[in-house]
């Protein structure tokens, strides 16, 4: 491992912070418009449903679609370089959005952020991989991804209020957005070491020399390939709930205002202790991780069936609270130290 210490702070727990508040900023800008919709098509003429839902389908397209040529890059040109280039692309494509006068701007706003946003998984995960002691590891990826729930609790909130109650144009809620991510670009700027020569070096030779181990262990081996599917399917579901939730709660269930950010929220929130639990758990017990990730998955996939399913408001909250203790975020940072090991 490289020099640990900078400031006086072991440099890893500074990853692990700075990484937490990327994903904060992150999820800030992927929740904010979900509760807003409905003012959002008003101010472009009343168009489509399906017009408005594929805001959030180029944002996501974009973000999948650059997930592996991403990484490759970080892996050539260093995190630090990555991120820059990454959240620069963001803001322009969230300003782009605030000052669109039309759907196609903000579509490609869309891609723009999504494009951009991509570059931080693959960072952010092998900063932590490379620079968290092992017997950490899954515990520093709960506080890395709790970020995404805080951030997740403070978009949908924060848009439902500003917009819903206080009346704020939506586009203004965009240039907060775009104004949070400018200072994560400093903090990135001024925290990220940048790659040195002698890593890049070291990692060409290891590149060139093939383990017997890696030739044992492809990329695409039935084992990984299970993990590509499984979390495959924990992220549809986890942003199903994001993306369609709040509209749910206000069409189907009555609920408005800021009640809509405020529930919804609701699993993001309980996510963060289950999160830090299961992934304290995990290092604890680190030969049952496959265990604990089949549990939780099958116990979260039937909360959100009873998401559906509930009868009352009550339940329906229950539901969606087990779903956010034992879903997404509880099985995330277990996942990731699995593969990583």
Request: positive net charge.
């Amino acid at each position: 491992m490289s020099e640990t210490k900078k400031s006086g702070i072991d440099y890893w727990k500074q990853i692990v912070v700075v990484m937490s508040l990327g994903w904060v900023a992150i999820w800030i800008y992927r929740t904010v418009l979900t509760p807003i919709y409905p003012e959002i098509q008003a101010s472009l003429d009343n168009v489509s449903n399906a017009e408005i839902g594929a805001i959030a389908s180029f944002y996501f397209f974009a973000y999948c679609s650059m997930q592996n040529p991403c990484g490759i890059l970080v892996d050539k040109f260093g995190q630090k370089i990555m991120l820059m280039a990454g959240f620069t692309l963001f803001i322009i494509g969230t300003l782009c959005i605030a000052k669109a006068n039309g759907l196609a701007m903000i579509y490609t706003g869309s891609l723009m952020a999504g494009g951009g946003c991509a570059s931080f998984f693959s960072s952010a995960y092998s900063l932590s991989s490379a620079n968290v002691p092992q017997a950490r590891r899954a515990l520093a990826n709960a506080i890395i991804n709790s970020g995404s729930a805080i951030g997740m609790g403070i978009g949908l909130i924060g848009s439902s209020i500003l917009v819903k109650n206080m009346s704020m144009a939506w586009q203004n809620v965009l240039y907060i957005v775009a104004a949070i991510l400018v200072i994560m670009l400093c903090v990135f700027t001024l925290v990220i070491r940048g790659k040195a020569k002698s890593d890049s070096a070291q990692a060409e030779k290891q590149t060139q020399t093939v383990t017997e181990d890696e030739k044992r262990a492809p990329l695409f081996s039935g084992l990984l390939c299970s993990v590509y599917f499984l979390y495959f399917c924990t992220c549809y579901g986890y942003y199903l709930i994001v993306t369609w939730l709040p509209s749910y709660l206000q069409t189907e269930r009555g609920f408005d205002g800021g009640a809509i950010g405020l529930a919804s929220a609701l699993v993001a929130v309980v996510g963060v202790p289950g999160a830090l639990f299961f992934s304290h758990l995990s290092d604890k017990f680190r030969n049952s991780k496959v265990k604990v990730i089949l549990g939780l998955e099958i116990v979260a996939a039937a909360m959100l069936a009873f998401t559906v399913l509930s009868p009352n408001t009550t339940m329906l909250m229950v539901s969606l609270t087990l779903y956010g203790l034992l879903g997404k975020m509880a099985v995330d940072p277990i996942l990731i130290s699995f593969v990583s090991e």
